[in-house]
């Protein structure tokens, strides 16, 4: 037998008990590699590419009145008419005797009038006219030389072993539909423009499950196409299921890989033995080899009516002779394509190629099972409609005439279901559903749409057909700039609006769908940076409350349990803003203290913010009860201050306060007072009649300072929290008068002293109709005056309006 015949019948029995992984072929001695034949029954020791063209056949396939083309047809069923003509040329120079088989399993032999037998050189006698018998599992196709014994011994070999022609069948078949997909990847890449591969490839190779080299689409232009296809034989994509089955394979008994391969159409074209798993066919045909025979596979490669077979090996027209062994659809019932497709994605019915994206089913873009092929539209009007679906693995999916779609729909715009559905092979089956929609112009700003100048701005849009959007534009002056954006949805899209270098002030977002005429203008405003609101803070029972943030300054009211409130005084601290919020209104403002709420700030410029409110226990409050002025001991010449509400300068105060409501007074509280004109603030120590009266004791010139002047305003204290600013007392400041003297002759008074800028005028009557004027600025130490007739003087004085005190006049 020699070496290389020792070591190939060695590794027959080998292939036999396990699935070849590539790894296999390294058992055999390299000397033996790429030896075509060996003495003693050997056969090929190397799975050799199917690129040698041969004969074609033409075969149909009839099934409940319907005939189809062997390319069309997946499956075969029982009961099948199989009408099988060889297409050899006229002048053949060579006779073939063409014999089909059926078989019904590796361990069952076939009956005798399971084979058929033709002479494809004589017309009358050269086609098979068959029935699919009951019970048969795969079919073959053998083109036996024409010498005596040769169709018996072809017979006898197929009965004594069928599971070799089994096994030879289920590998052929699968070779063809792996060959089908890598044939498709090269033609569309062979006839796509250099500049297209880079968008085209990627796609093409997702839709036909065909592992593409990135490397190629970095190359120059016109060098890409040759790199795509050079090697295609080992193209074939080994996928997430391909790789698992692949590995399982190595090491794994026969029969469980035999199993795996006989899967209908295998797995539809993601399981690849073809390339993935090498299981050399010609090395099982081999065992048959006589001194007048030997079988090679051929691969059949449906084009239309035709089917070409291609080989492996050269045939020999010399003994021995060489028998090409195809293979025919498995006989199993149909399994339709799982064809499947995201389940939130709507598509926009308005191309006119509108592509329907299918995954899971490389096969029906590699071949013609799938046939007939339609998305059957129901509009909302329940009338349905079917508009032709076209395979295209370039595009990823069926492509129909939009038009159409959008004329099935009634009433215009109203989103449509459209299920794909069509025949594979004789089986009809029903694919996907997709949700189509019609372009809208009903888009508009969702939720808070303040757009702010200085960056890109955050906008959702809702209410329009997400899916028909091709395109978003910012307008600003006259300007359209290009804005990025993204679906949300099948009615929402977000868009990032250009605004880093924008001014405040109108803006539009246009909206460009699929199949309109032009944009949607959605009319919105950009504005300055926005006010920040952190919360609204206030004591139950107050109509004032403090508002912080930053940028207060564009706050113009705010809203809360239908009281509004205006700005009051702004202060800027290190963290941002504090502003006075006081209620105009009068009436109760129903908060209660601990309560949750939202109040609505409204800007200058017509946006609107939410803050948070919190509030507080109510603030200690009082109400004065009765006060009295115990003046400091007089001068050389004393000065009486007139009327109520009016103390001097450097006189004591003692007041009494009633606390209000449920406020109790306790050791500890405080009473502040502020003078209005210096804003200086003193805290006073209360003394308690009770829990309900307290008393208080002030001196503004030594607790507010010499600049205390004015009305006075005073708060209560407790626990750290201050209650509400109620009016106290005004302080006058008095000049110090040394001598008062009137010269009777003369009937005039002369008033001498220090501080005379302190008094506005001075007279002797009721009113300041007919009194001296002292002018702004005065330096003087005397003024003279008219003699009063009531012996009395009164000055009037510049630190509250009206205030007036005043001196007895001698003489």
């Keep these: 037998m020699g070496r290389c015949g020792e070591a190939a019948a060695g590794y027959e029995a080998r292939m036999v008990r396990k699935a070849l992984s590539r790894r296999a072929l390294r058992w055999l001695p390299l000397a033996c590699m790429g030896a075509a034949t060996v003495q003693g029954g050997a056969v090929h020791a190397q799975a050799a590419a199917f690129d040698l063209v041969g004969p074609s056949i033409r075969v149909s396939v009839s099934h409940d009145g319907v005939t189809l083309p062997l390319s069309q047809v ?5 009961g099948d008419r199989l009408r099988i003509t060889a297409d050899l040329p006229a002048k053949q120079g060579a006779r073939y005797r063409m014999v089909l088989a059926f078989l019904r399993g590796a361990t069952n032999p076939p009956p005798k009038d399971w084979l058929f037998d033709v002479e494809t050189w004589k017309a009358k006698k050269a086609t098979i006219d068959a029935v699919v018998p009951d019970g048969a599992g795969q079919a073959v196709l053998l083109l036996v030389p024409d010498t005596g014994g040769a169709v018996d011994a072809v017979s006898s070999a197929i009965r004594g072993r069928p599971g070799a022609f089994v096994r030879a069948s289920q590998e052929l078949n699968q070779a063809m539909l792996d060959r089908a ?10 006839t796509r423009d250099a500049a297209e591969l880079n968008d085209v490839s990627p796609q093409l190779a997702r839709s036909l499950a065909v592992k593409l080299d990135t490397d190629c689409l970095l190359r120059q232009t016109d060098a890409r196409a ?5 090697g295609s034989n080992a ?7 391909t790789s698992s089955i692949a590995q399982t394979l190595a090491g794994t008994p026969a029969d469980i890989a035999l199993q795996l391969s006989a899967t209908p159409q295998a797995g539809f074209g993601y399981y690849s033995p073809y390339i993935g798993v090498v299981r050399d066919v010609a090395r099982l045909l081999g065992a048959f080899q006589s001194a007048q025979l030997q079988f090679i596979p051929a691969l059949g490669v449906p084009r239309g009516e035709l089917t070409g077979l291609l080989l492996n090996a050269v045939p020999s027209f010399r003994k021995p002779q060489s028998v090409l062994v195809a293979a025919l659809p498995s006989v199993a019932a149909a399994t339709t394509p799982p064809l499947s497709v995201k389940a939130d994605d709507t598509l926009c019915a308005t191309e006119p190629r509108l592509v329907l994206p299918v995954t899971g089913a490389p096969l029906v873009f590699a071949t013609d099972y799938a046939r007939q092929m ?8 329940g009338v349905s409609r079917d508009v032709p679906a076209t395979a295209d693995p370039v595009l990823g ?3 129909v005439d939009g038009t159409q779609v959008l004329a099935a729909t009634a009433p215009a715009g109203a989103p449509v279901q459209g299920t794909l559905h069509g025949l594979w092979g004789f089986q009809p089956f029903d694919g996907p559903t997709f949700r189509l929609v019609a372009p809208s112009q009903s888009w508009k700003a969702a939720g808070d749409a303040s757009l702010v100048v200085g960056r890109d701005t955050p906008l959702v849009l809702d209410g329009g057909a ?18 990025t954006w993204t679906r949300q949805g099948a009615e929402r899209i977000a868009v990032k609006v250009p605004l880093t270098d924008a001014k405040p002030g109108p803006i539009a977002i246009l909206v460009h769908s699929q199949g309109t005429q032009g944009p949607q203008r959605v009319a919105l405003h950009a504005y300055a940076e926005v006010a920040r609101i952190d919360g609204f803070s206030l004591h139950a029972g107050d109509r004032e409350g403090v508002l912080t943030g930053t940028r207060l300054d564009q706050v113009a009211s705010l809203s809360l349990a239908g009281t509004t409130f205006r700005p009051g005084a702004l202060d800027r601290v290190a963290s941002g803003d504090r502003l006075e919020m006081i209620a105009g209104e009068t009436g109760a403002l129903d908060v209660k203290a601990g309560q949750s709420a939202q109040a609505r700030v409204a800007l200058v410029d017509g946006r609107s913010l939410s803050a948070k409110v919190m509030v507080s226990t109510p603030r200690p409050a009082a109400t004065l009860v009765g006060q009295s002025v115990q003046q400091a001991a007089p001068g050389k010449v004393r000065l009486e201050v007139q009327g109520t509400g009016l103390m001097p300068q450097d006189a004591r105060l003692t007041f009494s306060l009633k606390a209000e409501g449920a406020i109790r007074f306790s050791v500890g509280d405080t009473v502040e007072v502020e003078a209005g004109a210096t804003g200086r603030t003193a805290s006073l120590p209360i003394r308690l009649q009770d829990a309900g009266i307290a008393f208080a004791e002030l001196v503004p010139s030594q607790a507010l300072g010499s600049g205390a002047m004015g009305p006075l305003r005073f708060r209560v ?6 209650g509400p600013w109620r009016p106290l007392i005004a302080v006058v400041r008095l000049p110090t008068l040394d001598t008062v003297r009137c010269d009777t002759s003369v009937n005039t008074c002369q008033l001498t002293g220090r501080d005379l800028f302190l008094i506005s005028a001075v007279g002797g009557g009721a009113d300041t109709a007919g009194a001296t004027a002292v002018p702004d600025g005065f330096t003087g130490a005397t003024i003279d005056v008219p003699r009063p007739t009531t012996g009395r003087l009164t000055l009037w004085l510049r630190d509250v309006a009206g205030a007036k005190a005043e001196v007895r006049v001698d003489g």
């Design 74 to 78: 997946p499956n075969l069923s029982a």
């Design 397 to 399: 999916g069926y492509v």
């Design 226 to 230: 040759a790199c795509l296809t050079q």
């Design 466 to 483: 997400a899916a028909c959007v091709s395109r978003i534009e910012a307008e600003r002056d006259g300007q359209a700039v290009p804005a």
């Design 374 to 381: 339609a998305l059957r539209v129901r509009g909302a009007n």
């Design 181 to 190: 997909r890598l044939e498709t990847f090269v033609d569309h890449v062979r």
């Design 235 to 241: 193209a074939v994509l080994a996928d997430g299921q």
């Design 717 to 722: 204290v407790q626990n750290g929290v201050a």
